[in-house]
């Protein structure tokens, strides 16, 4: 893992600014300059301002078109000259002791931000006569990138960035209210390409999933997203557009925003009539927008998750041993629900060792939490498996909090016909199992259900 960053690395960036990578980027510009960067035609703007760091903020060209387009301006969530690419470098950080933002903790409900970079401006738009444009619709273009991929893909890490206008975010996965993020757009962790359905949006460029070709330090990026959004000719309207570190203050993110791309426009990537904003498969044409699932992604590209149950929930117990023994002494506790979301497979889950009443072991887990998205998932017989980070409390020293990864298997072993009975025969299987990290081999030990139950839906 990669959370703690030597301060040696922090001011890496600013050594590699003056390199000769293609990628290159520059700090040195007024807020007016950067906005008057991604403006484009039928949009006016005023009122511009800036908060932030001095080196979170530029304006950046790239010639090897390792971003997707050849020019725009950068922010970050640390150093902006950290995206200098080649990757050498598996946790890049600038810590800009900076405050976070208000509106981006909406976005990450439960935790705070922090090293903030916000540009936000007024603009109205002008009324085009140009029968071909839409004139109530305002576009720009933009591909998001950070360090935190692939290794902190469904933790609390999850550097956030938003486009606010009028106060609404508009960043968002085409067809869908979800907002763009590390936790919502990815390829899993551990990192399998094409295992969610938003790795059509991803590209992988981690050094240690088989990337680095792409000419940026960042280890993830986006595809060029293009956000699109209603307003009223000539009424004046407010966009911030803003990003932040979240959890802590390590590994940057950043989002490049395309030259002259805020505009007045129609965009429609795939050429079957339909918006990028409300298509709900804008890389492929499908002007049916058929979604047989209903899960906010058209068939044409939808993963195949059609043998993945819809909800497994359940709760109970089952026997487990002391760290180091081999015979179960004392009962565990256990709840969870399972469901199929348009991103994947959603976990909540609970698990309580209850190893304080046997055991002084400073290793032993007392307590594990679960509440993101499964990976390697597959169906067994009225259940399911899957591998997903997991967040492990410990005994010793002081109920210490450590991120390991594990894995579970879940099984609804009842008859048909029986109901929802609280232990059935055969019973009902659970068992988790630490599979990596600091707790890395425990067990939750026999798998039978001596209590509880869980239920298919």
Avoid at 365 to 374: C, E, K, R, S, T
Avoid at 407 to 421: E, L
């Amino acid at each position: 893992m990669k959370r703690f960053i030597s301060p040696s690395l922090l001011w890496m960036g600013l050594i590699c600014a003056g390199s000769s990578f293609a990628l290159t980027t520059n700090s040195s510009y007024t807020p007016e300059q950067l906005a008057n960067t991604i403006l484009g035609e039928g949009v006016t703007i005023s009122n511009v301002s800036y908060t932030g760091a001095d080196v979170a903020a530029g304006i950046f060209n790239d010639g090897s078109n390792s971003i997707g387009f050849e020019s725009g301006i950068v922010l970050s969530s640390g150093n902006i000259a950290n995206v200098i690419g080649p990757n050498n470098n598996d946790g890049i950080s600038a810590v800009n002791a900076t405050l976070g933002d208000a509106d981006l903790n909406t976005l990450v409900a439960g935790y705070s931000t922090y090293d903030a970079a916000v540009l936000e401006f007024d603009f109205v738009v002008d009324v085009v006569p140009d029968s071909s444009l839409d004139a109530t619709s305002v576009t720009f273009q933009y591909v998001f990138t950070s360090d935190e991929y692939n290794d902190f893909v469904n933790t609390s890490y999850n550097d956030v960035f938003g486009f606010f206008v009028n106060g609404n975010n508009v960043a968002l996965i085409p067809g869908t209210t979800i907002p763009v993020a590390i936790n919502t757009v990815n390829s899993g962790n551990p990192y399998i390409a094409g295992s969610t359905s938003t790795s059509v949006y991803y590209r992988n460029n981690d050094l240690d999933d088989g990337g680095g070709s792409i000419d940026t330090q960042m280890d993830g990026l986006t595809i060029i997203f293009n956000t699109q959004f209603d307003v009223i000719p000539g009424e004046v309207n407010h966009i911030k557009l803003a990003i932040a570190d979240t959890g802590d203050v390590y590994l940057d993110s950043n989002v490049f925003i395309k030259a002259g791309s805020f505009n007045v426009g129609f965009i429609d990537t795939d050429q079957d009539g339909i918006s990028d904003i409300k298509d709900t498969c804008p890389l492929i044409s499908n002007p049916d927008q058929q979604d047989l699932d209903k899960d906010g992604f058209g068939n044409v590209c939808d993963n195949d998750l059609s043998i993945i149950l819809n909800k497994i929930t359940g709760g109970g117990a089952v026997m487990s041993a002391p760290v180091g023994e081999e015979q179960a002494t004392h009962p565990t506790s256990f709840g969870f629900k399972v469901s199929r979301e348009p991103l994947g497979i959603m976990v909540h889950l609970e698990y309580n060792d209850h190893v304080k009443k046997v055991s002084s072991e400073d290793t032993s887990p007392l307590q594990i939490h679960i509440d993101g998205y499964a990976s390697g998932v597959y169906e067994v017989v009225n259940g399911i498996e899957f591998d997903i980070p997991c967040t492990v409390r410990k005994l010793e020293p002081d109920n210490n909090r450590e991120l390991n990864y594990c894995h579970i298997r879940i099984q609804d072993n009842s008859q048909p016909g029986t109901g929802n009975v609280k232990k059935g025969t055969p019973a009902d299987e659970f068992h988790i199992e630490v599979i990596s990290g600091p707790q890395e081999s425990y067990s939750s030990g026999a798998v039978e259900l001596i209590r509880g139950n869980i239920k298919v839906h």
